[in-house]
């Protein structure tokens, strides 16, 4: 992984650890359903953003790599294997 794909990753991690940290507040404090729901709504999104970030990162520079080296069978299983984790 990209050195600055690295911080940009870990930037998005440290916003949804605050937005963790945030629902439990929620939570604990008995917050309305809604306004709970918002925020795992936006934990969800930054998951995902961080989740979009890693798989591009292993598409245009790992999976490329093996392509290149001759690994054309163990870069299209982990492709159709991401593949099926993201249709989860």
Request: glycine share 6%; charged share 30%; proline share 0%.
């Amino acid at each position: 992984m990209e050195h600055h794909n690295t911080n940009n990753i870990l930037r998005r991690l440290n916003i949804a650890e605050g937005q963790i940290r945030g629902l439990r507040e929620l939570i604990s404090n008995g917050a309305y359903c809604i306004d709970v729901i918002t925020q795992t709504s936006a934990i969800k999104q930054a998951l995902s953003g961080v989740e979009d970030m890693l798989l591009e990162s292993h598409l245009s520079a790992c999976v490329v790599d093996q392509m290149k080296k001759g690994n054309e069978k163990k870069a299209v299983e982990e492709m159709i294997k991401v593949y099926k984790l993201k249709r989860r």
